[in-house]
């Protein structure tokens, strides 16, 4: 082929990503990969004991180690204001004080750091550090701890629960599913730098530079400008980023501790004990309806997992509250302490495990009743408003999902009666579920420059840690300037930039779009002032009528007008033109209510043998508003669907309930969804813009891709097989 035919080629596949070259690449730094003048490496030493005191701590043999620096532990460290106290380390709200207690919460809790001038140096010496522990009784086994702690109202009850205790219609069951881990591909690690006294710059991996920054800045005592954290390009998140784990602290303070810049980067399994996962779970649904499938009451009860030091709810009840017009309903939870580090918010947080037990007892109420689950749902879901707040929906489009994914896996095929679709060994079936997440937005700034080339440079501190946020924020400024997206450069993931909300809960686009729509016609308004100088056509020019291309500001009434941006800014004397914006959330929270939501169906192969689960084909319709970016978006749905998969046939952080022990903390050990689990996933959306979310009009997807998966998959294996799976994971050995 010819180098033309292939710039032909090229030039006509679809606009990438503005990270993309360098993420294939490896061009494009994660935070382990910067280099530091003289820079030491941190390794972590962690209990060996899950509860627990330290009686003492063996240095020596580590000491002697040659290159070893320092070894931090909580008897020998820098001082942390902010943790000086047990009073300050309870207001810092920051999880397990590091290095400030003696005490042991969980198997794999960092006890000490070695510093050394290597990481083979600190690796090895790590390894003789030996600490003596006062062992405690513990608890890791989540099925028999949950029978301990008592169930509590959680938000408000609807109705009257004695209502509808005894309608023929009732489906009453439970709900487990094991706990699953984040560990995106990048390791969780961060390079700390005191450039002066009090003077910081990180380069961490995070979803919030700016939430790293206020924290330290409030940690010891210094003013937030004082630090500056990278996290220009990050490799994965889904959760993980969105807390600052202690391993972070440890880094700042080993290298106020040395007077040298530290790297510190967690090993896989230390990844697996110490930076969150989604908790196991427990969840109990009663739910009833009259003959004609209209619900009428619900009891959803749920339990998680959390450590001993911290109290995480993950809110799986909630998702109960939002799509159903249960007229009856009551919602109960509870957390039970176990000797494991915290959990923390993974993808679809909350709503994705309770939406399993909720669209699972949705399913199996269809089948008691005779009548089409998709039937089922368009009756029942709440497409005016919101049920708890009465507000209404901005827009919501759920049952229009729920009419194209139908189409697109051919719903048509599915039989009513399980077990009826039979190829050899394999059992077929089909299943659907539906999913939604408040759809949320928080103030952001975005900054627009432009220079005298026509080129445009778009910054915000916000991460962009996958999901795309720094491409949309190109196809904005290009789809309101008219200027090239070559010409359109995206700086992001640096807190000196201008400050954004971490990137989380499907609010980042949503959040940063709208400073980018805001300041990219206001430098229209302004390139128009700024040309009125060099002719008066464009004095008081209306935003409509700029036109701006690449080279010059024009406008559209009147072709003949045209001032090149050279002109313009040597007229005015002008280096750049340079606007920062911010947007933010209004009156319109109070008119309305905003959700983004997405129908998931499934077409699954169940091999009655082996207990083999294939699942076909996934076909997955969103509303997330407008669609910024086509490509992101879609990728967006489909890597949901893939976590979706293995959470629903594989994933289990296992642990040994005698030893408190993780045992399967890496990426061999802990079984996920690979490239030959991932089934056809075909990604459609509604397209529809939400006039009142913000300027852009999109809403956020990353959550909903995934909050649904796991009851399409599973009401399909039931249509499949005729047996009802309330489990997760769905291992082989349930099936058969
Ligand atoms: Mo996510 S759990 O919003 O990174």
């Not at 003492?56 to 008897?75: F, N, R």
Request: charged letters at 20%.
């Amino acid at each position: 082929m010819g180098l033309l035919e292939l710039l032909n080629i090229r030039s006509k596949r679809p606009e990438g990503r503005v990270e993309g070259v360098e993420k294939v690449t490896g061009s494009g730094k994660y935070a382990a990969e910067y280099e530091v003048k003289n820079m030491c490496y941190a390794v972590l030493v962690n209990s060996t004991v899950p509860s627990g005191k330290i009686q003492s701590i063996l240095v020596d043999k580590a000491k002697e180690v040659e290159g070893v620096i320092d070894i931090i532990t909580h008897l020998h460290k820098p001082s942390v204001p902010g943790m000086d106290t047990e009073e300050k380390i309870k207001q810092s709200r920051f999880g397990l004080p590091i290095f400030h207690t003696d005490k042991i919460f969980f198997k794999g809790q960092p006890v000490a750091m070695v510093i050394a001038e290597t990481l083979e140096d600190a690796t090895f010496a790590a390894s003789l550090v030996e600490a003596e522990y006062q062992k405690d009784s513990f608890d890791v086994d989540f099925n028999s701890a949950k029978e301990t702690v008592a169930l509590k109202a959680e938000g408000k009850e609807r109705g009257n629960f004695d209502s509808w205790q005894n309608l023929p219609f009732t489906v009453d069951q439970q709900y487990n599913i094991k706990a699953d881990v984040h560990n995106p591909m990048e390791m969780h690690a961060t390079i700390a730098h005191w450039t002066g006294n009090d003077t910081l710059k990180l380069y961490d991996k995070n979803q919030g530079v700016n939430n790293v920054q206020r924290t330290f800045a409030r940690l010891f005592s210094i003013p937030e400008k004082n630090i500056q954290v990278f996290s220009e390009f990050v490799g994965g998140g889904f959760g993980s980023g969105l807390r600052i784990w202690p391993h972070v602290l440890a880094s700042v303070m080993g290298a106020k501790q040395v007077g040298h810049p530290v790297k510190l980067m967690l090993t896989r399994p230390q990844m697996f004990a110490a930076t969150g996962y989604r908790p196991a779970s427990w969840q109990r649904i009663k739910l009833a309806s009259d003959p004609s499938g209209n619900l009428s009451g619900i009891l959803h009860q749920a339990k998680n997992e959390t450590s001993v030091y911290e109290n995480f709810n993950d809110g799986i009840t909630r998702v109960t509250r939002l799509i159903y017009k249960f007229p009856n309903l009551k919602t109960e939870a509870a957390n039970v302490p176990l000797n494991l580090s915290t959990p923390t918010w993974m993808r679809g947080p909350g709503d994705c495990t309770g939406v399993f037990a909720l669209e699972s007892a949705i399913d199996e109420l269809s089948y008691q009743l005779k009548m089409d689950p998709v039937t089922l749902r368009l009756k029942n879901i709440s497409l005016e408003k919101h049920p708890d707040s009465n507000l209404p929906w901005s827009t919501h489009f759920l049952d229009e999902c729920i009419d194209k994914g139908a189409k697109m896996i051919g719903w048509n095929a599915r039989k009513a009666t399980p077990s009826t679709v039979i190829e050899g060994d394999w059992y077929i079936g089909y299943g659907m579920a539906v999913g939604m997440w408040n759809a949320g937005r928080a103030e952001a700034k975005a900054a627009i420059i432009m220079s005298k080339d026509g080129s445009l440079v778009v910054q915000t501190a916000m991460t962009d840690i996958g999901t795309g946020t720094g491409t949309g924020m190109q196809n904005i400024a290009h789809e309101i300037t008219g200027i090239s997206k070559n010409k359109i450069n995206i700086e992001l993931g640096n807190s000196a930039l201008p400050p954004a909300p971490s990137q989380g809960g499907s609010t980042g686009l949503s959040s940063v779009s709208g400073a980018v729509y805001d300041a990219s016609n206001q430098l229209k308004q302004k390139l128009a002032e700024y040309a009125s100088s060099v002719n008066g056509s464009f004095k008081g020019a209306v935003l409509e009528n700029i036109l701006l291309s690449d080279k010059s500001i024009s406008l559209k009434n009147n072709s003949t007008v045209s001032v090149s941006y050279e002109e313009l800014f040597e007229k005015n004397n002008l280096a750049e033109i340079r606007l920062e914006v911010a947007s933010k959330p209004g009156s319109e929270r109070e008119k309305f209510a905003f959700c983004s939501s997405a129908a998931h169906f499934c077409k699954v192969r169940v091999n009655k043998r082996t207990g083999k689960v294939k699942i076909e084909k996934l076909a997955v319709v969103a509303d997330g508003g407008k669609i910024i970016n086509s490509q992101a978006a879609a990728n967006q749905m489909s890597g949901a669907a893939v976590g979706g998969i293995g959470m629903t046939l594989m994933e289990e952080n296992q642990i040994d309930a005698k030893l408190g022990t993780l045992i399967g903390n890496d990426l061999a050990g802990y079984h996920f969804a690979v490239n030959a689990d991932a089934p056809i996933i075909e990604v459609d959306f509604i397209h529809k813009p939400d006039p009142n979310i913000n300027p852009s009009g999109a809403k956020g997807l990353g959550e909903v891709g995934i909050i649904g998966t796991a009851p399409a998959i599973a009401n399909a294996i039931y249509n499949a097989i005729g047996i009802r799976m309330r489990d997760l994971p769905i291992t082989p050995d349930k099936i058969l």
